[in-house]
């Protein structure tokens, strides 16, 4: 079975510092892993998503995440961290084909910036 | 282009009725996928429509259920609610191609479901 683990319920940086979001994965064969930010009353917005390929991924809002395959992680990056960052962040795992569409996410992790 | 709409944004039953929450899928998408979020976790996978067919479950009993019409919206039915139901539910669709692997799901606002 598929599962997401998100190690840190909350996380509290100061406004320019930077930020690492832990995500670790469970997947029977080659996932597909995103991650999603979610404002309070908003849907899910992606962020990043990992197919193939380069292990290091960019995404938007200057973030980037890795795909370590030995440790089962998608841990995002974000250098420089914006008040306007402060949100709810879900890593997600998922499959293609007739399994695409299907995600398994973590609990998500909140994310409050501090002036 | 129109982004995914669900309908209602707020609703409170009480346990043992039933509710239908309603999806309008993004313009050229042919798949929808219902997740149910409760508070403090991450959202669960219930079921996906493709083509007004399901297309796949996830853990959840068969008082969910679901529709698809052919302009691809889609409907989520849930009978004898339970206080456990209480949740916000999205939904999001993507533009399927048989073959084509993957393609990015976006998501609504979602419904907001309390059972009292």
């Known amino acids: 079975a598929q599962s997401v683990t998100q190690p840190d319920i909350h996380i509290t940086v100061s406004e320019g510092a930077s930020l690492e979001l832990r995500c670790n994965y469970s997947?029977?064969?080659?996932?597909?892993l995103f991650w999603y930010v979610q404002s309070p009353g908003q849907g899910l917005q992606l962020l990043l998503k990992?197919?193939?390929?380069?292990?290091l991924v960019q995404g938007i809002k200057g973030i980037e995440a890795e795909f370590k395959r030995s440790q089962s992680s998608f841990n995002l990056r974000k250098p420089s961290v914006h008040w306007s960052d402060a949100a709810e962040y879900f890593c997600?795992?998922?499959?293609?084909?007739?399994?695409?569409?299907?995600?398994?996410f973590g609990d998500g992790t909140t994310l409050t910036v501090k002036p | 282009e129109t982004g995914v709409t669900q309908s209602p944004t707020h609703l409170i039953k009480t346990r043992g009725q039933q509710v239908t929450l309603r999806c309008s899928s993004q313009?050229?998408?042919?798949?929808v996928s219902w997740y149910q979020q409760a508070l403090g976790q991450g959202p669960q996978f219930i079921f996906q429509?493709?083509?007004?067919?399901?297309?796949g479950r996830g853990n959840f009993p068969p008082r969910f259920s679901g529709l698809q019409f052919p302009n691809y919206s889609s409907e989520l039915n849930v009978n004898a609610l339970e206080l456990d139901d209480s949740a916000l539910y999205l939904c999001?669709?993507?533009?399927?191609?048989?073959?084509?692997?993957?393609?990015?799901?976006?998501f609504g606002p979602g419904t907001r479901l309390t059972v009292l």
């Open positions: 999001a669709s993507s533009r399927n191609l048989a073959g084509a692997g993957y393609n990015e799901q976006f």
């Open positions: 997947y029977g064969a080659t996932p597909y």
């Open positions: 990992y197919f193939s390929g380069d292990t």
């Open positions: 997600a795992v998922g499959g293609k084909n007739t399994n695409a569409g299907k995600s398994t």
């Open positions: 313009s050229g998408h042919n798949t």
């Open positions: 429509y493709y083509r007004e067919e399901e297309n």
